[in-house]
Nanobody, 117 residues
Framework: QVQLVESGGGLVQPGGSLKLSCAAS????????MGWYRQGPGKEREQVAL???????NYADSVKGRFTFSRSNAKNELYLQMNSLKVEDTAVYFC???????????WGQGTQVTVSS
């Protein structure tokens, strides 16, 4: 299983920005699905941004136009740039990958993002 370590979470005011990072223990080219999920207080875990090889990144409607998924092949890292943050974006954010060819899913431990004035 791939080890994933998120960083970059914290406290930010509404309208602010944060960039989350996820460092992977395996070569990023072994991932055919990669992205971010989040779980807000008292809520189910939900998909935020998910990229599948050969396809475009799929964003949750609530974050479209504000969040951007990217990756560094050289560093084996995934990122989530979050702009125009809202109070309702408060959640624990999890990095997620699926590895070729076994389709093994791996999750990071999560990083807390709190949007509050």
């Amino acid at each position: 299983q791939v080890q994933l370590v998120e960083s970059g979470g914290g406290l930010v005011q509404p309208g602010g920005s944060l960039k989350l990072s996820c460092a992977a223990s395996a070569n990023i080219f072994s991932f055919y699905v990669m992205g971010w999920y989040r779980q807000g207080p008292g809520k189910e875990r939900e998909q935020v941004a998910l990229y599948k090889n050969g396809d475009s990144t799929n964003y949750a409607d609530s974050v479209k136009g504000r969040f951007t998924f990217s990756r560094s092949n050289a560093k084996n890292e995934l990122y989530l740039q979050m702009n125009s943050l809202k109070v309702e974006d408060t959640a624990v954010y999890f990095c997620y990958v699926k590895t070729w060819p076994t389709a093994t899913a791996s999750w990071g431990q999560g990083t807390q993002v709190t949007v509050s004035s």
